[in-house]
């Protein structure tokens, strides 16, 4: 029997289980679902105080950090790389509401770097049109990868919704890092049920 092994998180910071998907051949082609949403294709030079209000209403109750981290010309940077897609669902009257990224920069693989909805979006079919856009943009001539991340943080439905649209879970890592709560980046009361140390 293999021991297990306990690692102490100190103060200020965070771990959760990550687990990776991925999909090795484009899906079946399904009918559509159909969104009162558009999908716009956000291009440089991005407005980053709109990108950064809108990766924050998505991502805030699961703790998202990733893009809130990088100073205005890193984000640039990363927005702009040529490898990154950038795509928003917005409501008719322009108003964004999910967020849609594929990277493009591994050989021949895409992977699903951000996905998401506003809250009150989600479980109301939004999603799977989403995925349904997302995956018809990642299997490009050439890729014959796709994959994603989720974690313990996410939404308690995101591993399932991923495996419904034929992800396959193949890796499992435990991530420690700085909490967005203890810099800063989100009020203290944010994701309650993960407290903050």
């Known amino acids: 029997m293999v021991a297990s092994r306990v690692i102490a998180v ?3 910071q965070i771990a959760t289980i990550v687990t990776c998907l991925e999909m090795t051949a484009p899906p079946v082609p399904s009918v559509p679902v159909k969104s009162a949403l558009k ?8 407005d980053l105080a709109r990108y950064r209000a809108l990766f924050r209403a998505i991502g805030q109750n699961w703790l998202w950090r990733g893009r809130l981290v990088l100073d205005d010309d ?3 940077a990363t927005l702009g790389a040529p490898s990154l897609e ?3 669902a917005t409501r008719r009257d322009g108003t964004p509401q999910g967020l849609l990224e594929l990277d493009f920069s591994g050989d021949g693989e895409c992977e699903l770097a951000y996905f998401g909805l506003v809250p009150e979006l989600t479980g109301r079919g939004h999603g799977a049109w989403l995925m349904g856009h997302a995956l018809k943009r990642a299997w490009k001539d050439g890729i014959s990868r796709v994959w994603v ?11 399932g919704f991923y495996q419904r649209h034929g992800f396959r879970p193949y890796e499992r890592l435990v991530e420690i890092y700085d909490d967005p709560r203890a810099s800063g980046l989100y009020p203290a009361d944010t994701a309650p049920t993960v407290p903050l140390l």
């Open 149 to 159: 991340h989720t974690c313990d943080l996410d939404h308690p439905g995101a591993l």
């Open 39 to 46: 999908l716009e294709h956000w291009t440089a030079p991005f």
């Open 86 to 88: 950038v795509h928003v």
């Open 74 to 76: 890193a984000l640039a």
């Open 10 to 12: 100190p103060a200020g």
